[in-house]
């Protein structure tokens, strides 16, 4: 690792797959399960999304809402399986996160769970650039040399920003757990969600939780709990009708 693990972030826990998650320093909790914060961004909101087949048949533009940037396992693995898609359009994924230590970490190379990334992942982080005090971004040209992809990092609190009304098709929702982040959970959260997606909108979560099922209704949004590896039993798919 490239320095030391910085306290405002978290302390760092190896999981089955290999990669690093992080303790959340004020949570408690990990940011990723113990079977591997790989494996879970990939299972969970890339291949258990419909997320792979919507970059061979959309035309245009695909929009991703990654709410709880974190570590970005979630973004690397969008932007890893858009750049693996032939003929993918062009990409643009937002992400939220309130911690910006965290984003600065990963921006510099010197973000310690990352240590052990493919190479590409790591020149897609340190391609960002701090726009303002509160906004990273970077564009990835796409190996076919006509795609795009626009990355951008909105670094506060989520749930006092508004949301874009930009049809977003796809939504990863990683935030901590209803216990410890209630606010991102609640029929109004999910409420403002629907209005920043398109009709037929995917949203993916780890959590399967009462409140969070009445969270999505009470959002508008129709649910269905489908299988997760191992010990986590269930995962979440939700759609906006």
Known sequence: MTKQWDKRIGTPVQTEDGSFTLKHPDHGEEYHSQLGARLEARCLYIENSGFLDALDHEKNVLRVLDVGLGLAYNAMETLE?????????????????????????????????SHNWPVLWQQWCRGLKEVTASRWQTEIVHPNGQSRARWVIQVGDAAAQDLPSRGYHFIWQDAFSPTKNPILWTGAWFGKLRTAATPGAVLMTYSVARVVKDGLTAGGWDYARIPGPGRKRHWMRATLP
């Open 81 to 113: 399986a858009w750049a693996a898609a032939p003929h993918a359009p062009d990409l643009e994924l937002d992400s939220l996160e309130i911690n910006g230590a965290l984003v600065e970490a990963m921006a510099s190379g010197e973000g310690g769970w």
